[in-house]
T-cell receptor, first 114, second 115 residues
């Protein structure tokens, strides 16, 4: 089946630093990828839609200058959390749709901002 | 915009018991429906999906779901659960159309199966 990877799987950083998270589709091309955020014991909340070759589309309430998204190729999207603060600590998950409208999810990246 | 509601936040049951998780959605048009499972420490995996046709959908690991259009429901069932079914289950919808539509998730249901 289709595989989506994320790197890193977890990261700890100091407040004020920026963190980049990569999402790759390993055996298929994805012109669109999605970034979600999952707080403990809560569901996934869509943050933004990453579009290859064009600007990302952000959901209401998500700061585009805070969460920079770059979809550099048909297999890679990156999410950069800029000037991270403790409230940005969360589990970030990406997904990519494959044939048939099903989406495949990455394993997630756990971010802890101290 | 669409929304998804899952009735139970937590379910605890014993092995061999039957499981049914409720899911209702609201949307003005036609939708694709999904159930995803997240095992402890693992990423989301697709259990089953409904796009069209037979409203009773069979998925992996003995799970099935029934789409009842009149009730806007897509409940998940398994006749006899195992300890390994302990996980969190998410119902999700997306409007029908081109591949790549964004998913809207329900709040999730944590299922604990006691051995």
């Amino acid at each position: 089946g289709a595989v989506v990877s994320q790197h890193p799987s977890w990261v700890i950083c100091k407040s004020g630093t920026s963190v980049k998270i990569e999402c790759r589709s390993l055996d298929f091309q994805a012109t669109t990828m999605f970034w979600y955020r999952q707080f403990p014991k809560q569901s996934l909340m869509l943050m933004a839609t990453s579009n290859e070759g064009s600007k990302a589309t952000y959901e209401q309430g998500v700061e585009k200058d805070k969460f920079l998204i770059n979809h550099a190729s048909l297999t890679l999207s990156t999410l950069t959390v800029t000037s991270a603060h403790p409230e940005d600590s969360s589990f970030y998950i990406c997904s990519a749709p494959s044939r048939g409208s099903a989406q495949y999810f990455g394993p997630g990246t756990r971010l802890l901002v101290l | 915009a669409q929304s998804v509601s899952q009735h139970n936040h937590h379910v605890i049951l014993s092995e061999a018991a039957s499981l049914e998780l409720g899911c209702n959605y609201s949307y003005g048009g036609t939708v694709n429906l999904f159930w995803y499972v997240q095992y402890p420490g693992q990423h989301l995996q697709l259990l089953l999906k409904y796009f069209s046709g037979d409203p009773l959908v069979k998925g992996i690991k003995g799970f099935e779901a029934e789409f009842i259009k009149s009730k806007f429901s897509f409940n998940l069932r398994k006749p006899s659960v195992q300890w390994s079914d302990t996980a969190e289950y998410f119902c999700a919808v997306t409007p029908t159309g081109a591949a790549g539509n964004k998913l809207t998730f329900g709040g999730g249901t944590r299922v604990l199966v006691k051995p």
